[in-house]
């Protein structure tokens, strides 16, 4: 089976960094998915990972340990509107999510 | 513009009043999912979609049908409704190929109210 983990909650300072952590266990891995939430609206893509390592997108990193299970997603220069869910996903013919980390930024 | 489109956005029904929500993509893609959203639970799969006339149970396919006659389109049918079935419904595709690494596209939501 498959299983992720999430922290529920998370508060962080407008302008500091952030990051938001995800273990999973699987029997068979294809990749892992980060998406962002706004309350109410679809999920959007931010970032995928498949190798060990980082991922860089502008603000947004990803990294990823197949070893370990493990995986983050690093926010940096954060603004207000960086409120929102962030969702790991298990990737697969069967897309998994993680329950979801919602993350209050403050100015 | 590429989308993954649904409807309608928000209904308020009764119990046993059978209901179909619809959702379209105008992307080509093969791969076609449906989604709950509940606090606390996350998103969860319904049912998915291969292909044309592929479909198959996701986690909590119980009390849902679908059907997909059309690749564009994946509608979700709700035969008697129940109360438990209030929730945020989501469509999503994705194209096929490479199936796991691919990312999908989420259509804008249902919010669904069964009294």
């Known amino acids: 089976g498959q299983n992720i983990d999430q922290p529920t909650e998370m508060t962080a300072t407008e302008g500091a960094i952030v990051q938001i952590n995800c273990t999973y266990q699987t029997s068979g891995f294809n990749g892992l998915f980060w998406y962002q939430q706004h309350a109410g609206e679809a999920p959007t893509f931010l970032s995928y990972n498949v190798l060990d390592g980082l991922e860089e997108k502008g603000r947004f990193s990803s990294f990823l340990s197949r070893s370990k299970g493990y995986s983050y997603l690093l926010l940096k220069e954060l603004q207000m509107k960086d409120s929102a869910s962030y969702l790991c996903?298990?990737?697969?013919?069967?897309?998994?999510f993680g329950s979801g980390t919602r993350l209050l930024v403050r100015p | 513009e590429a989308q993954v489109t649904q409807n309608p956005r928000y209904l308020i029904t009764v119990t046993g009043k059978k209901l179909t929500v619809t959702c379209s993509q105008n992307?080509?893609?093969?791969?076609m999912s449906w989604y709950r959203q509940d606090p606390g639970l996350g998103l969860r799969q319904i049912y998915y979609s291969m292909n044309v006339e592929v479909t198959d149970k996701g986690d909590v396919p119980e009390g849902y049908k679908v059907s997909r006659k059309e690749k564009r389109n994946f509608p979700l049918i709700l035969e008697s409704p129940s109360p438990n079935q209030t929730s945020l419904y989501f469509c999503?595709?994705?194209?096929?190929?490479?199936?796991?690494?691919?990312?999908?596209?989420f259509g804008p939501g249902t919010r669904l109210t069964v009294l």
């Open positions: 992307m080509n893609h093969e791969y």
């Open positions: 996903a298990l990737g697969g013919y069967k897309l998994i």
């Open positions: 999503a595709s994705r194209p096929e190929r490479l199936a796991g690494l691919n990312e999908q596209f």
